[in-house]
């Protein structure tokens, strides 16, 4: 596509409950990204795929958050038993490969945990 | 609206001012920055960025400035416009084993133009 899709673009759960964010890279990126975004701040590092490489997950903040790439494209971020701190704008970005800094960023995902 | 923006650094200016958003980042090792856009409801844009061996780099109406040695970042806006009011972020990268891919970012500042 000409950008990054992600969906839902709005997203609310019950406290407990598990979730499943996607990500459409562009097509041709290797590289995929996912950040989370908590209310006034930065973004913060979740995790990076790179073609058939092992995924770098150091940036997961508990076990309950997992993602996988099937395909090398399409990307899902699965939250298990969600958490009202989990709340948050969870965006997702690709780029041509992990030297190219300058990723392109999806519109993100808000979820909200009541 | 966006919420985010209510706990940043605010810069409010008026139509056709110059603005600067400033940065400070902690790792002397970081080796390339970025700055980046978001408006309301979107994911960050890409604006400019700029490697450790430049000071100073230039773009269309938008110029970064480096200080190595202060640890300091600069994005400057001439004639800013009312479609530049958003949340600007700087972003370093920090080469850690190979982990060069990783982007730290900032908080980030709201930009205000008043018309």
């Given at each position: 596509?000409a950008?990054?899709?992600?969906s ?22 290797t ?27 150091s ?8 993602a ?18 989990d ?8 780029s041509?490969?992990?030297?190219n ?14 | ?31 390339y ?10 994911g ?24 190595k040695?202060v640890?300091?970042?600069?994005l ?17 990268n ?22």
């Amino acid at each position: 596509g000409a950008g990054v899709s992600q969906s839902p673009s709005n997203k609310v759960t019950e406290k407990g409950k598990d979730v499943e964010l996607r990500c459409d890279p562009i097509s041709g990126h290797t590289a995929l990204y996912w950040y989370r975004q908590s209310l006034g701040q930065g973004l913060e590092f979740l995790i990076y795929f790179q073609g058939n490489s092992a995924p770098d997950k150091s940036g997961l903040p508990s076990d309950r958050f997992s993602a996988e790439r099937t395909g090398g494209s399409v990307s899902t971020l699965t939250i298990q038993r969600t958490q009202q701190e989990d709340s948050a704008v969870y965006l997702c970005a690709s780029s041509r490969d992990k030297s190219n800094y300058g990723y392109t960023f999806g519109s993100g995902t808000r979820l909200t945990v009541v | 609206g966006e919420s985010v923006g209510l706990h940043l650094p605010t810069l409010s200016v008026q139509e056709g001012d110059n603005s600067i958003i400033n940065c400070a980042y902690s790792n002397s090792a970081s080796d390339y920055f970025i700055w980046y856009k978001q408006e309301s409801g979107k994911g960050p844009q890409f604006i400019i960025d700029i490697r450790s061996n430049m000071d100073k780099r230039q773009g269309q109406r938008v110029t970064v400035l480096l200080n190595k040695t202060v640890k300091h970042l600069s994005l400057q806006i001439a004639a800013t416009q009312p479609g530049d009011s958003a949340v600007y972020f700087c972003a370093e990268n920090i080469d850690s084993g190979g982990s060069n891919y990783k982007l730290t970012f900032g908080k980030g500042t709201l930009l205000t133009v008043n018309p």
